[in-house]
């Protein structure tokens, strides 16, 4: 008897598939110089996003809760890996080495971040959920724009004021220089890098979806009460989902900031998470293969159509809308699935989630 | 006395706050809903009354009116076209639409007003008050604003507990199923809620605008989150609770601007909220709600 492949295995490895092939395409592009510089100068953030877009996929399609605060997290890895990176670039020579440190030391930090602002805030649900985590990205992005550290031969100088106030020595050198941010760190954002750990999330992401864990999780999406009731520890699987989506997404900050020679936290914004949020949305709501393949074009169309990049913005308000109205509205939901039987697979699994929630 | 003006700035700042949270309050409790676009209609409110008195050279107070008609209608609008079709969706379907509706109309409000912030003429003629010798002066647009929160508060609590419609919001916001069995008509008291709720903000947007005179496609965006974390402590649903926390929140912002941070500010309004959150969920004037299994 021929042995069956569980389908969430072969769902996984079909994407493993799909993304090394555009990777090997990506690298003999590269090596024969078919590529444009624009095209080029996006490999990196394609990945970025592709990885951001999976970690808030973790928790908005499996935990089934909104976080806003993506790009909060982002920062923290980003701040974290890039200091740790600036002090150590002139010791520690090899990127080889010096990188995988720094995106160690992004992920934990960013997701040691989630789980303390995580076990407060995951008391809460649904909308209070999602300001709170609003207004963590906000504070996080304003106090590393106010934030002044500067070390000299007496030690670090600390200041939320302005590089004055430090009172640093001759010999004393700013690390972060408030609004201005970080300048100078190494540029260890490589894309076969950033594809390796790309590959990585992705490995993570369907394993937890696939695992104990991840049932547990999905269990608490689709029914609070009933999951409690045989047993299941809310808070411990929230806390889970919500530090694998900050370490992804601290990750995902340790190669934004390594990709670029300065850093400022206002590009930290609220702004940020939307488009993250974006993706997700546009490629599935609990679809990870689906939120890497929005993140890449909507990362790239912009730059392919320069005409409607004044249109961009609008265009990623109104996918959020059409998308949610198309798969949330039982009427026109049901249309599509007598009209497009085709589709009819990627609406059923949002039909599964509303049908319940009308019982 | 630089503290009695600062404190006297925030009491203004927070009676902004509080015409917003208003808006939240009113939406939150009927519809179950956060609006995440109500700032952004404060922004469209503010623009009318900037072109209208610009561009057509209107009178202030018909500039007023027209965009309070123009927010209502807009209120009306969004509710229509994209909450409705998801009165049964999850509430993260509705949420993200919300996020969509605001996103959308910053960014419309980008390409029909340009880019480039605008600065705003107060349409406020009170004369200012000196106190103390002219060591405390309190500006007109502060006495406005204050003036203006307190009617409406007045107002609107009059208006849902006395009048025959404000009943039916009350109703409906208790339990939408058993409303409709007693033959109120949910739908059009949703569409009542949203039309107050963009009226006032379109109020609000004049009185945010006439004292920060920068107006920009984002102007309403951090006001209105802030207007909501205001809801969330006075006690969301709670109309005199809208009005405690939006004066609370004003407060603490220009205090908090004046002797801690100018940058972090922001911070320390959104750290309330998280504390608030953790401590009491419900708010000052909250009412705790069961949950149904």
Redesign the interface.
Do not use: C, H
């Given at each position: 008897m021929k042995k069956k492949i569980n389908p969430m295995t072969r769902k996984s490895f079909v994407t493993y598939g799909m993304l090394l092939i555009v990777f090997i395409a990506v690298e003999i592009m590269l090596n024969t110089g078919n590529i444009s510089s624009m095209l080029q100068g996006l490999l990196v953030p394609i990945c970025v996003y592709a990885i951001l877009a999976v970690s808030l996929n973790l928790t908005?399609g499996i935990l089934?809760?909104?976080s806003?605060g993506q790009a909060g997290f982002m920062c923290i890895g980003a701040y974290s890996s890039a200091i740790f990176s600036n002090l150590v670039k002139d010791s520690i020579t090899q990127p080889f080495i010096r990188f995988p440190i720094a995106i160690i030391i992004g992920g934990l930090c960013a997701a040691l971040f989630g789980i303390i602002i995580g076990i407060?805030?995951l008391?809460?649900r649904?909308?209070?959920l999602?300001?709170?985590t609003?207004?963590?990205g906000?504070?996080i992005k304003?106090?590393f724009?106010?934030l002044y550290i500067g070390y000299d031969s007496a030690g670090l100088h600390i200041s939320?004021?302005s590089q004055g106030d430090l009172g640093l020595g001759a010999d004393g050198k700013m690390m972060i220089n408030g609004a201005l941010g970080i300048s100078g760190t190494p540029n260890d954002s490589t894309f076969e890098i950033a594809a390796a750990i790309l590959f990585i999330t992705l490995i993570i992401a369907y394993n937890f979806v696939n695992s104990r864990t991840g049932r547990a999780v999905m269990s608490i999406r689709d029914n609070r009460?009933a999951a409690e009731s045989v047993g299941i520890n809310i808070t411990k699987y929230k806390l889970i989902t919500f530090g694998l989506t900050a370490f992804l997404a601290g990750v995902a900050g340790v190669l934004y900031s390594h990709n670029f020679y300065s850093l400022q936290a206002s590009k930290f914004d609220?702004n940020m998470s939307?488009l993250v949020?974006v993706f997700v949305?546009l490629g599935g709501?609990g679809s990870i293969r689906g939120s890497v393949i929005a993140a890449a074009v909507l990362t790239m169309l912009p730059e392919f159509l320069r005409s409607v990049n004044?249109?961009r913005?609008?265009m990623?308000?109104?996918?959020?809308?059409v998308m949610?109205?198309c798969?949330?509205?039982?009427?026109?939901r049901n249309f599509f699935v007598r009209n497009f039987e085709k589709l009819k697979g990627l609406i059923i699994k949002n039909k599964s989630?509303?049908v319940k929630?009308?019982e | 006395m630089a503290f009695l003006e600062n404190l006297i700035n925030g009491i203004s700042l927070g009676s902004i706050y509080a015409v917003i949270a208003l808006g939240y309050t009113l939406v939150?409790g009927i519809a179950k809903?956060?609006n995440f676009a109500h700032g952004d209609v404060i922004m469209v409110g503010g623009y009318v009354v900037f072109n209208a008195i610009v561009k057509a050279n209107l009178n202030p107070w018909l500039s007023v009116l027209l965009a309070v008609v123009a927010c209502t209608v807009l209120g009306i609008t969004i509710e229509k076209v994209?909450y409705k079709?998801?009165r049964?969706?999850?509430?993260?379907?509705?949420?993200?639409?919300a996020?969509?509706?605001s996103?959308?109309l910053?960014?419309?409000a980008?390409?029909v007003f340009g880019e480039k912030p605008v600065t705003f003429t107060s349409v406020i003629s009170i004369p200012k008050i000196s106190l103390f010798d002219g060591k405390v002066v309190i500006k007109g647009e502060t006495t406005a604003a204050i003036i203006a929160s307190v009617i409406i508060v007045v107002g609107l609590s009059l208006f849902v507990n006395h009048t025959q419609k404000g009943r039916a919001m009350l109703a409906v916001s208790e339990d939408k199923d058993a409303a409709q069995l007693m033959g109120i008509n949910v739908n059009s008291t949703i569409s009542l809620t949203f039309a107050i709720g963009s009226g006032l903000a379109a109020i609000a947007g004049v009185l945010l605008c006439s004292s920060y005179p920068i107006l920009s496609n984002t102007t309403g965006?951090m006001p209105g989150?802030k207007a909501?974390?205001a809801a969330?402590l006075g006690g969301i649903g709670s109309i005199p609770g809208a009005m405690i926390g939006g004066i609370a929140i004003g407060i603490i912002e220009i205090l908090g601007r004046a002797y801690i941070?100018p940058?972090?500010a922001?911070?320390i309004v959104?750290?309330v909220?998280?504390l608030v959150?953790?401590i009491k969920?419900t708010g000052i004037l909250g009412k705790k709600v069961n949950?149904k299994?």
């Open positions: 908005v089934g809760e909104l806003l407060p805030v008391r809460l649904g909308d209070y999602a300001i709170v609003l207004a963590f906000e504070i304003n106090v724009a106010a939320l004021k009460i609220y939307i949020l949305v709501i004044k249109y913005m609008l990623y308000a109104v996918v959020l809308i949610m109205i798969t949330s509205n039982e009427t026109i989630k509303t929630e009308a | 939150y809903m956060l994209a079709p998801l049964k969706a999850t509430s993260l379907s509705v949420l993200i639409t996020i969509g509706v996103y959308f910053q960014n419309m980008l390409l965006a989150i909501f974390v969330v941070s940058q972090l922001d911070a959104f750290a909220l998280i959150l953790m969920p949950e299994v």
